[in-house]
């Protein structure tokens, strides 16, 4: 197994305080993460999320469209607190590979669900330069949804380049590279259920 994913624990005891921080780091492949959001934090987020979206979507026809392969957790945890009936699938697209953007946008492809005039909302695991949020969004006014709306777990407001409005964010992040929680460095480390950004 080519994988290696070890945690350590660091105690860090500020100055000012009595309190003892634990502090989780991991290694994947070459490179180390530091822990960055909790997956309790993580869950809590997604719940305040859900319940907005159950205030301002109930009335309309609502499918989620989650992307691939980063936004599986994401959609899932989501989709779960939706309270009112709902449709969802999936679209899969690539544009990173390493720790760095690509820039290139692959194909889009799994389209099964009929978006026509249907309020669709975008599930995002995370939104850097926005050049794939852009391409989805293009092709669903190609494909007539009567409204888009936009869902993004992460959101990297400093490399973000488009002017797409996001409707609901998890968290803003600074521009640095992280994984867990769907994010992959290299393939691995999405099945972390806390978020970890890289230490350089
Ligand atoms: P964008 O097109 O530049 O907005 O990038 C979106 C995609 O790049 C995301 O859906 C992720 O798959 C990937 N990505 C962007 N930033 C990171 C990161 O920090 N870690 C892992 N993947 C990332």
């Known amino acids: 197994m080519r994988t290696k994913i070890r945690y350590y624990f660091h105690i860090f005891a500020p100055a ?3 309190n003892i921080v634990f502090m989780k780091e991991i290694r994947i492949l070459d490179k180390k993460f530091r822990e960055f959001l909790t997956e309790k934090a993580i869950q809590q ?7 907005q979206m159950n205030n301002d979507l ?3 026809e609502v499918v989620f469209l989650g992307i691939l392969n980063g936004a599986f957790l994401f959609a899932a945890d989501l989709f779960r607190r939706i309270d009112f009936p709902a449709r969802i699938s999936f679209v899969k697209l690539a544009s990173y590979q390493g720790t760095s953007s690509s820039g290139l946008i692959k194909e889009l492809i799994g389209w099964n ?3 026509k005039n249907k309020t669709i909302v975008v599930v995002e695991d995370i939104v850097d330069t926005g050049n794939t949020l852009e391409r989805i969004v ?6 007539k949804a009567a409204e888009v709306r936009i869902a993004a777990m992460l959101y990297k407001p400093a490399a973000y380049t488009k002017d797409i409005a996001l409707d609901y964010i998890g968290f803003e992040i600074p521009n640095d590279f992280v994984v867990g929680y769907g994010l992959d460095y290299d393939g691995f480390g999405r099945n972390l259920p806390s978020v970890y950004t890289l230490i350089k």
């Open 16 to 18: 000012n305080s009595s």
């Open 45 to 51: 987020r997604i719940e305040e999320l859900a319940r």
């Open 58 to 60: 109930a009335e309309k």
């Open 113 to 115: 669900e009929d978006i």
């Open 138 to 143: 293009d092709e669903l006014v190609i494909r």
